[in-house]
């Protein structure tokens, strides 16, 4: 479970969906939304998309990310999880 507790920790959630990454989102998703449906594949994202991409992904904080991780980690360890994924 991902730290928004809105979905998974997965590639899928963190690009499209996590609720705690929406600010750095916005601008990805507007130049998108400009000549595609949202969400575009990742491979559009990469292609077509580099540079609003790589905005996206430099926009996401050491702080932000640890939140992420170590809150989902957490959660893991909680649900007694961390003895299959490790």
């Known amino acids: 479970m991902c730290s928004c507790k809105s979905g998974e920790q997965a590639v899928d959630h963190i690009l499209y969906d996590c609720k705690l990454l929406e600010q750095e989102r916005d601008s990805l998703k507007a130049a998108a939304l400009r000549t595609e449906n949202w969400p575009v594949s990742k491979k559009k994202l990469i292609n077509k998309f ?5 905005k996206f992904t430099n926009n996401i904080t050491l702080d932000k990310l640890q939140t992420i991780i170590v809150t989902s980690t957490n959660l893991y360890i909680e649900q007694g999880i961390v003895a299959e994924i490790m």
Request: hydrophobic letters at 20%.
């Open 50 to 54: 580099n540079n609003n991409f790589k």
